[in-house]
């Protein structure tokens, strides 16, 4: 769904900068290179974070995951400007996948460094759950495809992960200038902490990242027993 209908709306209000970048001879190895760099700069704020912000402010996990989006944004201009720039080529797609797996364990490097620098240590964990399962989700459907089998299905592919982090992330940030860092109750019995709004989806990540890593798996057997 995401793909069918979000992807198709971002590429109508990209195509007007896409043609620019065609028009300035901009290559998409570039635009995924800046990607990178991006997310080195989410990463960076993360660790500063860490570093120098208190335990209750969330405010550089707002910023993190708001920079992390915007890296997400390259990530679709590449493959949209390979395409409509005619530039698509082997090694371009070699390149776009490699970064992207650099990009994404980049991110969870500072994720974790986040959490464990502020006590947050089984949110750390399912963290380092997440980045597992992420790796995986893209090595299983690579290795299927490597073997002619079509292997998309699933889920938890590389945009839902980047949004799902990326705007828990801000919702953080924003909850928590709200409201406090501190203990929110509802309904009289439930409580959490503001750090909630963004460690629950990276709890779910974890889980729905290596369900989808299995089913790929257990859909290429299917798939390879059939040839």
């Not at 947050?120 to 597992?132: E, P, Q, W």
């Not at 460690?199 to 290429?220: D, E, K, Q, W, Y």
Request: charged fraction near 15%; hydrophobic fraction near 50%.
């Amino acid at each position: 769904m995401l793909k069918q209908y979000g992807q198709q709306l971002i590429y109508r209000l990209i195509n007007p900068l896409i043609e620019v970048l065609i028009r300035l001879k901009v290559t998409p190895n570039t635009i995924t290179s800046i990607g990178l760099v991006i997310t080195f700069i989410a990463t960076t704020v993360f660790i500063i974070g860490a570093e120098t912000g208190e335990r209750g402010d969330h405010s550089y996990v707002g910023w993190a995951g708001a920079i992390i989006l915007f890296a997400g944004l390259f990530d679709m201009i590449d493959g949209r400007l390979a395409r409509m720039g005619q530039m698509a080529s082997k090694f371009g797609a070699l390149y776009d996948s490699v970064l992207d797996r650099y990009s994404e364990l980049i991110m969870f490097l500072g994720i974790c460094y986040y959490l464990v620098s502020h006590d947050y240590f089984l949110s750390s964990l399912f963290a380092f759950i997440a980045m597992i399962g992420s790796i995986m989700v893209s090595y299983t459907r690579a290795r299927a495809e490597a073997l002619g089998v079509d292997c998309s299905v699933g889920w938890m592919q590389r945009p839902e992960r980047v949004l799902l982090i990326g705007i828990s992330a801000v919702m953080c940030g924003i909850v928590s200038n709200f409201v406090g860092p501190d203990r929110i109750i509802l309904f009289s019995f439930f409580n959490f902490e503001a750090i909630s709004v963004f460690t629950g989806p990276i709890a779910l990540l974890a889980l729905m990242a290596n369900v989808t890593a299995l089913r790929r798996l257990f859909h290429s057997k299917q798939e390879l027993a059939e040839k």
